[in-house]
Structures are given as structure tokens and as C-alpha cells.
DNA sequence: TATTGTTATACTCTATAACTATA
DNA sequence: TATAGTTATAGAGTATAACAATA
């Protein structure tokens, strides 16, 4: 035994925050090779994930965000080309967010730079090390979200 | 074998932006509560760590930012009194930073809070997944950084 | 000459409050 | 009345380039 549990918890903190910086940081220089922020990256994930189209508030709420901020992100991709905005016919206070063709096409490009280096951190780790640590985050986040 | 390689990968890398993401809402979510921006409290932290004064430099690689705009981040916390800028005298390019004595109470506070929060997830975890997950973030970030 | 840090500039993000249009 | 989204506004972060002071 060599060490109490609240230093434990203590320095998986430091190393968690750590952590998050990092990858945030990973994400804003790729992002930055197509002149996107994060901001937009994550808006932009969040559609392409979402494999359709998303609204205002969808957004906003999925990159915790207001939607007034949202509102100005949106506005600068769709002056940029990568996402349109059309009226939802059945609600029309609500607008439908999508990837335009281009914008898809580019955010897969960036994806595919992007991955290849976070496999390049992973493939590092067995495979039994990386179920381990995807059971472990997914607690984490369980916990947390609830 | 319920997964490839590749796919365990895929979904870990979704997980770990997940988790980077969440962490710094957190952050942003205590620290606004002492009106302090994450930029501000990373920068108080790293002076807080490193036990005695930072220079701007220091605190720019710490914070992973350019120095310009360390400054003005700087400049708001001593303005609102969070910390001082003094010369070196050895070398009169450079300003340490240190926390002032009310910027460093309102700090461990601040801690104080944010580690509270976090023990409240991280207790949940038995000290074998702690340690098992603090060993795999040290890797990972080892493997990052070089 | 090289290094430390600041200033000027431009753009983006962020949140609040007030607002419009639609349900 | 309530909801979806925008606009106006103000403050903060971010990066680039040019600069001053010191080594």
C-alpha cells in the first residue's frame, strides 16, 4: 500500500484535467489546418454525428452552449460554405442545420487526420488495455452526466 | 471477440472528446462562479503548482498559449487583484507572477470545491480502477507528449 | 543578434437581455 | 403564453505582426 486513497483521487484529477487539455488542444490544431476553431469543429461533429440534420437548439445544447452563441457560430460556417440552414416545414420557428456536400467532404478529410493520430496514440495500448480504459471513461462519464 | 481493432479505437476516441469536453465545462461551470474565464484558472493553477512564481513564458508553455496572449489574460488577474507581476532582478526582461495572498485563498477555495465535485465521481471508482485508470491516462499522455 | 514580453489589430467565442416570429 | 431563434452589446480569448528593452 504506498499511497492513501485521497492522494489518489487527487492525482487522477490533475492527470484527468491533463488529459483534457490536451485532447482539446489536439482538436484545435487540426482544426486550425482548415482555418475551423473548436467552436466549429464540435458543431460540425455534432451534425455529422447526428447523420442528418440538427436544430439550434440540438446544437446548443449538444456543445453546451446558448443558443444566442450558437446563432453566430452557424452563421460564420454557413457564410463559409460548410452548413446550410433550411425552415422546418412542419414548425417554422425551427430551423434544420445541415453539412452542405463540400462541408461534409472536408470535415471527413480533417476526421481522417485526426484519427490517424489519436490511433497512432491507441494503437500503443493492447486491446485489453483499451476495453479497460473505455469501461473506465464510461463510468466516469455515467457518473458525471447523471 | 465482439469488436475489431479499429472500431474499439473509434469509439474510444469519441469517448476520450467526450470526456475532455465534460471536464471542461466542469472547470468553466466552478470557476464562473468566482467570475474567472478556464484560461484564467489555468493560468492561476500553474502558478499555484509550481509553488513559488511563474514568468510569462513559463506560463504560456504551461497554458499551451502564445505569449500575447498571456499578457492581457495576466493583466485582467492583476488588475482584479489574483496576482502581482514583479522584475527579475537577474534579468530584467523577465516578470515573475506569483498568486497574492487573497488570490491564493480564493483559489484553494476554489479547489477546494472542484475537488470536491470530483471526488464525488471519482469515490465511486474502487482504488484498483483508480489506480488502473490513472495508469493508463500516464501512459496515454506520455505517449502524446513525446 | 537573440530573447522576453508588450502593443496593435482583427476575428471569434461567450453570456445577458431584449426582441421577432411562430406555436 | 410558451418556444425557437436572432440581434445588440460587452467582455474575454486567440493568433499575427511589429515593436521596445534587455541580454
Not at 485521497?6 to 492525482?11: A, F, P, R, T, V
Not at 489536439?26 to 476553431?37: F, G, R
Not at 496514440?121 to 480504459?133: A, D, I, N, S, Y
Request: hydrophobic share 40%; net charge negative.
Amino acid at each position: 500500500m504506498t499511497s492513501i486513497s485521497g492522494d489518489e483521487i487527487n492525482s487522477l484529477d490533475v492527470l484527468l484535467q491533463q488529459l483534457a487539455m490536451t485532447i482539446r488542444r489536439q482538436i484545435a490544431n487540426i482544426a486550425s489546418a482548415y482555418d475551423l476553431t473548436v467552436a466549429q469543429y464540435l458543431a460540425l461533429m455534432t451534425i455529422y454525428r447526428s447523420d442528418s440534420y440538427c436544430t439550434m437548439s440540438e446544437l446548443a445544447d449538444n456543445t453546451m452552449q446558448i443558443s444566442a452563441t450558437m446563432t453566430g457560430i452557424i452563421n460564420r460556417l454557413e457564410n463559409r460554405g460548410w452548413v446550410k440552414r433550411e425552415l422546418d416545414p412542419s414548425d417554422r420557428r425551427v430551423w434544420r442545420v445541415n453539412l452542405t456536400p463540400d462541408g461534409k467532404h472536408q470535415l471527413e478529410q480533417l476526421e481522417a487526420e485526426r484519427r490517424k493520430l489519436t490511433e497512432q496514440v491507441l494503437c500503443q495500448f493492447t486491446t485489453q488495455e483499451q476495453q479497460t480504459l473505455h469501461a473506465l471513461v464510461d463510468k466516469y462519464l455515467a457518473i458525471t452526466i447523471k
